[in-house]
């Protein structure tokens, strides 16, 4: 049978006149199968909790029972004093007296406009100096010490000395030394016919003596930290620069101070702190604080000594603490970017 050209085949049919069964569409399908793999995988398991064990309960009550006994003593001996001493800073309270007026941060306005310039002039000349020629001199004990020398040990032990003693013991010793009629120095002096300085009584010159005590009773520290940090030095390294040809100087600028850079870091953070909080030497040998009334000792004479302020002393013991917190976060975020640790 001929089929005529205006004529059409059906859909699902062949010429033969048969049906066909329609194809299926391959892709519902694999979207399907897609979609199913996807909701499957996105839905997470949950796991089931886990209760904590008999060992981990015993565990845990081991630990606070080993902590906080010092967490309460630090609560009670340190934080709680620091809190309390913000709080005193806003009174105008005579230390021994019930009454007590709150003034607000009138002690601060006071402290800034009267007695800032002259105390923390103070302190930074107080601080500087004895942090840098501490160091300075450390490392260049340090340095000899390092070598082999006859009696090397017992000289470690002499430089060392002074800073386990007592500085009640050191100011008193020192006294003695710089006593201007009595004196140690003062007798060299007569005996070279040279005039005898009056330490006490010159403002400057009592820093200066203070200043002296203070290096020398800390320099011993600097420089068994600074020679520990020399002998964990690699010989490979000196050695090699040795082999380039590099002078003794060249090789401690280019090979040594760097590897010494977090020794360096970690001296100056805690030699600026311990200069900060200097006290026992400046009160032995200078009790009413002449040129010398550093933020620390400022702070004792206004409650202890004759003022008996004890809330503008707690104001100037804020500053003291806002100062160390500032200057230890600078030293750790800027300074220690140039420390090598390796």
């Not at 809190?83 to 709150?102: E, K, M, P, R, V």
């Not at 105390?119 to 001199?137: D, E, P, Q, R, Y």
């Not at 805690?270 to 620390?296: H, N, V």
Request: glycine share 6%; charged share 10%; with cysteine.
């Amino acid at each position: 049978m001929n089929i005529g050209v205006d004529e059409a085949v059906p859909v699902g049919a062949t010429s033969s006149g048969m049906a066909t069964p329609p194809l299926s569409d391959p892709v519902p399908q694999t979207r399907s199968t897609a979609t199913s793999q996807i909701t499957s995988t996105a839905t997470p398991h949950r796991v089931p909790r886990r209760r904590p064990s008999r060992r981990m309960r015993r565990e845990a009550l081991l630990f606070l029972a080993f902590v906080a006994p010092n967490a309460i003593l630090i609560a009670l001996f340190v934080y709680r004093p620091f809190f309390l001493n913000i709080y005193y800073s806003a009174l105008d309270w005579t230390l021994g007296s019930a009454n007590a007026t709150w003034v607000g941060l009138q002690n601060y306005v006071e402290f800034f406009t009267r007695d800032a310039g002259t105390v923390l002039t103070t302190t930074l000349i107080f601080t500087v100096a004895t942090v840098g020629f501490s160091m300075l001199i450390g490392l260049g004990l340090a340095v000899v010490l390092n070598r082999q020398l006859v009696g090397r040990n017992v000289a470690r032990a002499v430089v060392f000395a002074p800073y386990v003693l007592s500085g009640v013991g050191i100011g008193m010793v020192w006294m003695f030394i710089f006593d201007p009629v009595t004196g140690v120095l003062s007798a060299v002096l007569r005996g070279m016919h040279l005039p005898v300085p009056q330490w006490f009584n010159n403002p400057h010159l009592a820093l200066v003596m203070v200043i002296i005590v203070y290096v020398w009773k800390n320099l011993g520290y600097c420089a068994v930290i600074y020679l520990a940090a020399l002998q964990g030095i690699p010989r490979d390294l000196l050695e090699a620069a040795a082999l380039d040809g590099a002078s003794r100087r060249r090789t401690f600028r280019s090979v040594v101070w760097p590897l010494l850079s977090p020794t360096t870091f970690f001296l100056t953070l805690t030699t600026m702190l311990s200069s900060l909080q200097a006290f026992d030497i400046i009160k032995i040998m200078t009790p009413l604080g002449q040129g010398t009334s550093t933020l620390m000792y400022s702070s004792y004479i206004q409650a202890f000594g004759t003022y008996n302020r004890a809330g503008y002393s707690a104001a100037q013991s804020t500053v003291l603490v806002v100062i160390l917190l500032i200057l230890t976060v600078i030293q750790m975020r800027f300074l220690e970017r140039r420390v090598h640790y390796s």
